[in-house]
């Protein structure tokens, strides 16, 4: 019953921004974790940001001070502010809600995330 969608990835220089979203449906503020994924090409996949169970951030160290997530008030919207790109976070980027207890695991450290619900994925690349 959740679903979730992508959208504003697009192709852009070094250095420069974009803003990702992602919509949910059928989605209860329950326990879920809410983040951002991303996968490269040749590489695996590699937690991103997520919202902690209070609404608090959490980055990978690779784009943090880079990267910014945040909800909606309405709860029915996710994004993520990128900037100052780079060209390794060149990747097709998924939004991802899982019932989780630690987030923070659920996005760095987790392998398995089948019991959770993905996007279709958005392409963002970025040249040099």
């Known amino acids: 019953q959740v679903r979730l969608m992508e959208s504003g990835g697009g192709s852009v220089k070094a250095g420069g921004s974009l803003k990702l979203s992602c919509e949910f449906s059928?989605?209860?503020?329950?326990?879920?974790?809410l983040g951002w994924f991303r996968q490269g090409p040749g590489k695996e996949r590699e937690g991103v940001s997520a919202?902690?169970?209070?609404?608090?951030?959490i980055y990978s160290e690779s784009v943090k001070g880079r990267f910014t997530i945040s909800q909606a008030n309405s709860n029915d919207f996710m994004y993520l502010e990128m900037d100052s790109l780079m060209p390794n976070d060149t990747a097709i980027y998924y939004c991802?809600?899982?019932?989780?207890?630690?987030?923070?695991?659920?996005?760095?450290?987790?392998?398995?995330?089948?019991?959770?619900?993905w996007g279709q994925g958005t392409q963002v690349t970025v040249s040099s």
């Open positions: 059928g989605y209860s503020d329950n326990c879920y974790c």
């Open positions: 991802a809600a899982e019932q989780a207890r630690y987030c923070r695991a659920w996005l760095l450290v987790q392998r398995d995330h089948s019991i959770g619900y």
């Open positions: 919202l902690d169970h209070d609404g608090s951030a």
